[in-house]
């Protein structure tokens, strides 16, 4: 521990393998959490829900917007386009999505805005209800979320976007 401790305290100098030793160990964390055992198929519904189009805005270089898409095309009918915005921040500041509520994709439908990880079972249910509200959030990117690795850890909060409702929370999963 003492040595572990010390390795990771004391600037150590930086040279070819240790680059490519921290560049490998943070590219199979950040590679786990999008797509070691990607719980997509627990997510999936019987009946795909009808979306005229639907626009993803993803961040660049993140692999579980990829995924979320991917889980959007096998759950959803209509055209999904998908682009990747020089500057993500000012496509959610456009579409009014809380920074508290962001995540690192927006998905833009015809009435509404859905930001993260939110699942199609919870896109259906904006839709039919047609509620008075800009979207629906799923702040972050919690595990176990359509095209996210993991396990899902106890129940969602997904949150309404509009306004002076931002943040009142719309349903649970």
């Known amino acids: 521990w003492e ?18 030793q921290h560049s490998g160990t943070i ?3 950040g590679l786990t959490g999008c797509l070691g055992g990607s719980s997509t198929n627990s997510w999936d519904i019987d009946d795909p829900v009808a979306v005229a189009s639907a626009q993803q805005f993803n961040s660049p270089g993140c692999s579980c917007c990829e995924q979320y898409a991917s889980y959007l095309r096998e759950n ?4 999904l386009s998908e682009t990747v915005p020089d500057d993500i921040q000012a496509v959610k500041q456009e ?6 509520l962001q995540s690192c994709h927006t998905l ?9 990880h939110v699942p ?14 800009d979207g629906v959030a799923l702040p972050g990117m919690p595990s176990g979320t359509p095209g996210m690795g993991g396990e899902k850890d106890g129940s969602l909060s997904i949150y309404a976007i509009d306004g002076d409702k931002a943040g009142a929370e719309y349903t649970e999963v």
Do not use: S
């Open 3 to 20: 040595l572990l401790l010390y390795r990771l305290i004391m600037p150590q100098p930086w040279n070819r393998r240790r680059v490519l």
């Open 27 to 29: 590219g199979i964390l």
């Open 76 to 79: 959803i009918t209509g055209d």
């Open 95 to 100: 579409y009014g999505i809380p920074e508290d």
């Open 108 to 116: 833009v439908l015809t009435d509404y805005v859905v930001e993260g």
């Open 120 to 133: 199609v079972e919870v896109i259906a249910r904006l839709l039919d209800e047609n509620p008075p509200i």
